[in-house]
């Protein structure tokens, strides 16, 4: 055997690597796509979290908010949102959401302000379920505070 570097081995290091991580590639998205349904609750997916969802995008929420640690540093997470206003109660989150949504802009001097979004209860309620939605998808408790 030759000390060199031959341009068999380089070959056979490309091909058998390409091989190699093109497994393991494969293994990783399998796994996930097995594991995803059970973390992530699609059970619970119902008409108001898409109407909710719908809401959310409509109106740019994400580009103040994080959810679930993703969009913008500008407003609190709100991805546990559900727990932190409501304690995990629907019914006490959907009153928190239609008076929290009501009263923007707060403007209080020297605090960030939110827009005033005009949107319907029904809107507001989607909203809810959309959030309420977003907090029981199992993310290793992530974020690790309840105030985000
Ligand atoms: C222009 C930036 C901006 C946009 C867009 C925005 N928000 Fe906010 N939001 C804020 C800020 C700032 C706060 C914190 C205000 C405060 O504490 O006085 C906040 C707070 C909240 C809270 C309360 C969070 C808590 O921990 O009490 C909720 C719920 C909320 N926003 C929902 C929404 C929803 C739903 C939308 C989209 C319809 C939205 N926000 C769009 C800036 C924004």
């Known amino acids: 055997m030759s000390d060199t570097f031959t341009k068999g081995m380089a070959r056979n290091i490309y091909y058998g690597g390409s091989v190699f991580f093109l497994l393991l590639f494969a293994g990783l998205a399998m796994h996930t796509?097995?594991?995803m349904p059970k973390s992530d609750h699609?059970?619970?997916l119902t008409q108001a979290v898409v109407n909710g969802k719908?809401?959310?995008e409509d109106?740019?929420?994400i580009g103040c908010h994080?959810?679930?640690g993703e969009g913008a540093y500008y407003a609190p997470e709100l991805g546990n949102v559900f727990y932190r206003r409501g304690g995990g109660d629907l019914d006490a989150f959907k009153g928190f959401m239609q008076?929290?949504?009501k009263i923007q802009p707060?403007?209080?001097p020297g605090r960030r302000?939110?827009?005033q979004f005009n949107l319907t209860e029904q809107q507001v309620n989607d909203l809810a379920e959309f959030l309420k939605f977003t907090a029981e998808i199992d993310v290793n408790s992530w974020p690790p505070n309840i105030e985000g």
């Open 33 to 35: 796509t097995r594991e």
């Open 42 to 44: 699609r059970e619970n």
């Open 54 to 56: 719908a809401v959310w």
């Open 59 to 61: 109106n740019n929420c």
């Open 66 to 68: 994080t959810l679930i």
């Open 99 to 101: 008076g929290w949504m």
């Open 106 to 108: 707060l403007g209080i």
């Open 113 to 115: 302000q939110m827009p």
